[in-house]
């Protein structure tokens, strides 16, 4: 009975992910290793995963739920990562270079430190998340909501697209 318990869930789970757009096998990669780059994980649930160091570099995290998820010092780049809820994740130290973040929930992250360069923000919303020491060179901001969010540090120059007012309400927040 046990065994065809676990064999059921084991088929349930695979549907699961099947129907959200994210292979099996790539989350079987990424749970053993932390090692999935290219992967298709669109539309999975990986609240609070313990994904320190990940390499997910070109992976595509779009629609997913990484609320919580510890992505520390995690390879990022050029992810793609639209309509992701990020909400409370800690991407302190995270390569986001190039990183496709259009329309993210990034409400309370902590993202001090992180490098932003060239990455795409537009709609995200980064209210009350950290963004101290990050670098956001050549990223794209119109849009962003950045109430309460902190950016001692920040490098703020050269991002594309970032109103007077956004500077304003995070040079109050400094």
């Not at 990940?54 to 990562?81: K, Q, V």
């Not at 060239?118 to 990050?134: I, Q, V």
Request: hydrophobic share 40%; charged share 20%; with cysteine.
């Amino acid at each position: 009975m046990k065994r065809r318990i676990q064999i059921a869930c084991g088929v349930l789970a695979i549907a699961l992910i099947s129907s959200c757009g994210a292979q099996p096998a790539h989350l079987n990669r990424l749970h053993q290793n932390k090692q999935c780059q290219g992967c298709s994980l669109r539309g999975i649930d990986l609240r609070g995963a313990p994904l320190g160091g990940a390499n997910l570099r070109g992976s595509d995290l779009s629609h997913s739920d990484l609320s919580g998820a510890n992505l520390f010092s995690a390879d990022l780049t050029r992810a793609r990562l639209v309509g992701a809820n990020l909400q409370s994740a800690n991407l302190r130290g995270a390569d986001l270079r190039g990183a496709d973040l259009r329309g993210a929930n990034l409400i309370s992250a902590d993202l001090s430190g992180a490098d932003l360069r060239g990455a795409d923000l537009r709609g995200a919303d980064l209210s009350y998340s950290d963004l101290s020491n990050a670098n956001l060179w050549s990223a794209q901001v119109s849009g962003v909501k950045l109430i309460g969010a902190h950016a001692i540090g920040a490098m703020l120059e050269g991002a594309i697209g970032l109103a007077n007012d956004d500077v304003t309400e995070l040079q109050q927040n400094r």
